[in-house]
Structure formats: structure tokens, C-alpha cells
């Protein structure tokens, strides 16, 4: 079956800090890749996406591409912020099948400090 | 758009009780689904609806049951609680007759079965 593997956390950064958390899955053919961020006491919220290899999604500067030949959508930014704080969920999804419903990885804690 | 709500936003339940969860959009979309989250296992799906008077199965369906009369709601059913559907349950939906596949989701219910 489909999986997605995520580091654990949680990772705690200081602020302006270098930002990557690795993401990985197994699948039989090409899902689109999404990333989505939980902020404490609300629902998820989609981050980024890549629907095919060599796509890079990017958004609030946060940026992630989709390896193909690695099975891979890390995710990466330049310099968090304290705001950035966050849980960090890497998900897969197929078009091409009756259940389409997202795959997600366990989740990676962010915990920036000023 | 109110996009996706979900009601209540807390419940506890003691063991045997039953209660639905409900969800509701106003963005017209055919592609319904609850996920349930627990501690460091990502979010699973319960179940899913593909439109109105379409349901199945997900991954962890045991305990639950769904309907879906209208486009707009699709409530899930807990039958009978017990201490292990604590959780934090998610609805999301999605159009699906676009490319753009992102899934919207609601703000969660917080569930404790005591």
C-alpha cells in the first residue's frame, strides 16, 4: 500500500534558522504531494503541493520538490520565524482511484524560539 | 464561504454512549471525507463519500457509520463509544472535477470516551 515516512520531532530551531524537514513515501505509480501545516487548536491547512516529478511548490517561503527518482518532497526554508511554529504533515494523493483520500505521514513538531 | 464547520468543537462521552459528529460545506463539493488523529500517527481516514447517496469504507471504519443525503452534509455516527475512539476527528472535502485537488478541512472535534 501507499505510505508516507516523515522525521520525528520535534525540531526546535532559533529564529532565522535553516529549515528542512525530509519526507519520503512508498507508492505504486505518481501522487500529487502535499504538505500541510496545523498551527496549536486548528484544523489542517494546505501549505504546498507538487502534482508531478520536478514540480516545486512554494509558498510563505517555504519550498519543496518533487524527486521522483529519490520518492521524495522534503521540505525546506530559508529563515523561520517564531510564527512558524507549527506540526508539519507530508500527504500523498492518487486521482486515479475510487478512494481518493490523502495519505499522510506522522507529523513533525517546529518549535521556534525568539 | 464558511468553507468546512464541524460541530461540537468538544464532547465527552462515557463508554456505550452514541453521538453524531456533524460537518457541513458550502463550497459545492462532490469529494466528502472524516479522518480521525491520534498522537504520532497522522491522520487516518474513517470514511468517504464521492457524492450525495455515496459512501465507503476507509481505513479504520469499525465503530462509525455515515450517510449522505445532500451535497452539503455528510455527519459520522458513533454507534456505540469506547475509550479508543478518543481522538481528534477531522471532516475535509474537495472538488474533484477540477485538477486543483486540494482538500479543505475543518476546524476538528475534540472526543473523549471515559
Known amino acids: 500500500g501507499n505510505s508516507v515516512t516523515q522525521m520525528e520531532g520535534p525540531v526546535t530551531l532559533s529564529e532565522e534558522a535553516f529549515l528542512t524537514i525530509n519526507c519520503t513515501y512508498t507508492?505504486?505509480?505518481?501522487?500529487?504531494l502535499f504538505w500541510y501545516v496545523q498551527y496549536p487548536g486548528e484544523g489542517l491547512q494546505l501549505l504546498l503541493k507538487?502534482?508531478?516529478?520536478?514540480d516545486k511548490g512554494s509558498n510563505k517561503g517555504f519550498e519543496a520538490t518533487y524527486r521522483k527518482e529519490t520518492t521524495s518532497f522534503h521540505l525546506e526554508k530559508g529563515s523561520v520565524q517564531v510564527s512558524d511554529s507549527a506540526v508539519y504533515f507530508c500527504a500523498l494523493r492518487f486521482m486515479d482511484t475510487g478512494r481518493r483520500a490523502l495519505t499522510f505521514g506522522s507529523g513533525t513538531r517546529l518549535q521556534v524560539q525568539p | 464561504n464558511a468553507g468546512v464547520t464541524q460541530t461540537p468543537k468538544f464532547q465527552v462521552l462515557k463508554t456505550g454512549q452514541s453521538m453524531t459528529l456533524q460537518c457541513a460545506q458550502d463550497?459545492?463539493?462532490?469529494?466528502m471525507s472524516w479522518y480521525r488523529q491520534d498522537p504520532g500517527m497522522g491522520l487516518r481516514l474513517i470514511h468517504y463519500?464521492?457524492?450525495?447517496?455515496?459512501?465507503d469504507q476507509g481505513e479504520v471504519p469499525n465503530g462509525y457509520n455515515v450517510s449522505r443525503s445532500t451535497t452539503e452534509d455528510f455527519p459520522l455516527r458513533l454507534l456505540s463509544a469506547a475509550p479508543s475512539q478518543t481522538s481528534v476527528y477531522f471532516c475535509?472535502?474537495?472538488?474533484?472535477?477540477?485538477?486543483?485537488?486540494?482538500?479543505?478541512f475543518g476546524p476538528g472535534t475534540r472526543l473523549t470516551v471515559l
Open positions: 463519500s464521492v457524492g450525495a447517496g455515496i459512501t
Open positions: 507508492a505504486t505509480g505518481y501522487p500529487s
Open positions: 463550497m459545492n463539493h462532490e469529494y
Open positions: 507538487a502534482t508531478k516529478a520536478d
Open positions: 475535509a472535502s474537495s472538488d474533484d472535477r477540477r485538477s486543483y485537488n486540494e482538500q479543505f
